[in-house]
T-cell receptor, first 110, second 115 residues
Framework: GQNIDQPTEMTATEGAIVQINCTYQ??????LFWYQQHAGEAPTFLSY????GLEEKGRFSSFLSRSKGYSYLLLKELQMKDSASYLC???????????FGTGTLLAVQP | NAGVTQTPKFQVLKTGQSMTLQCAQD?????MSWYRQDPGMGLRLIHY???????DQGEVPNGYNVSRSTTEDFPLRLLSAAPSQTSVYFC??????????????FGEGSWLTVV
C-alpha cells in the first residue's frame, strides 16, 4: 500500500535551524513534494525532489533518499513567519496519485 | 493568469442538499484532483483525473462524484450532503511531466459547512 508519515508538531526558536522528516512507502515513485500551508490558506509549493540528494533553495533545503523512503525539509535562519504547517507528499504509484502526509505544524518562538 | 479557479469560497448546506464545487484551470494541465482537509489532518485525496474523460477514486471518494468532460474543468458533486462532509476542499492541477520538474497548483479552497 501507500503510506506517508511525518511528525505532528515541532517547535523551534527564531534564528535556529529545524529539520522536518518524512518517511513514505509506495509501490511506485515519481517524486516528493514539500508544501507550506498557513492557517486558512491553500498550500504553497516549496520543493520537489526526483533524484537522491539535497536541493537547496535559499533558506529552505530538501533531501531525498529513494532507497530509504525518506525525505527531510531543512529550514535555516528561522523567522516568525515560518510558523505554518509543512506538508510532505509523494507523487507516483501505478495510478499517479499525489498523496499527502498529515502535515507538521511548526511553531517558531522568539 | 488565472491559474486554478475554485468556487464557491464559502457555502452552507443543509443535510440532504446537493451542490457542485467548481474547479477550472487555464494551464492545459492533464492532472486535476480534489482534496478535503479537516482540522489537524493533511490533505486527503477524494477523486482525481489524468485527462479529459478519465477519473478515478482517491482515498475518501464516498459521497462524492466527479466528471472531466474538458481539460479545463473538474467539478466535484455532493449528491446528498452530510455533516461529515463539513470540511475545506481544495482543487489542484498539474502536468504529468515528472522529469523536468513538476509543481502542483492549488485553488484557494472552498469552506463547506453542512448543518
Amino acid at each position: 500500500g501507500q503510506n506517508i508519515d511525518q511528525p505532528t508538531e515541532m517547535t523551534a526558536t527564531e534564528g535556529a535551524i529545524v529539520q522536518i522528516n518524512c518517511t513514505y512507502q509506495t509501490s511506485g515513485f515519481n517524486g516528493l513534494f514539500w508544501y507550506q500551508q498557513h492557517a486558512g490558506e491553500a498550500p504553497t509549493f516549496l520543493s520537489y525532489n526526483v533524484l537522491d540528494g539535497l536541493e537547496e533553495k535559499g533558506r529552505f533545503s530538501s533531501f531525498l533518499s529513494r532507497s530509504k523512503g525518506y525525505s527531510y525539509l531543512l529550514l535555516k535562519e528561522l523567522q516568525m513567519k515560518d510558523s505554518a504547517s509543512y506538508l510532505c507528499a509523494f507523487y507516483g504509484g501505478a495510478t499517479n496519485k499525489l498523496i499527502f502526509g498529515t502535515g507538521t505544524l511548526l511553531a517558531v518562538q522568539p | 493568469n488565472a491559474g486554478v479557479t475554485q468556487t464557491p469560497k464559502f457555502q452552507v448546506l443543509k443535510t440532504g442538499q446537493s451542490m457542485t464545487l467548481q474547479c477550472a484551470q487555464d494551464m492545459n494541465h492533464e492532472y486535476m484532483s480534489w482534496y478535503r482537509q479537516d482540522p489537524g489532518m493533511g490533505l486527503r485525496l477524494i477523486h482525481y483525473s489524468v485527462g479529459a474523460g478519465i477519473t478515478d477514486q482517491g482515498e475518501v471518494p464516498n459521497g462524492y462524484n466527479v466528471s472531466r468532460s474538458t481539460t479545463e474543468d473538474f467539478p466535484l458533486r455532493l449528491l446528498s450532503a452530510a455533516p461529515s462532509q463539513t470540511s475545506v476542499y481544495f482543487c489542484a492541477s498539474s502536468t504529468l511531466d515528472s522529469v523536468s520538474g513538476n509543481t502542483i497548483y492549488f485553488g484557494e479552497g472552498s469552506w463547506l459547512t453542512v448543518v
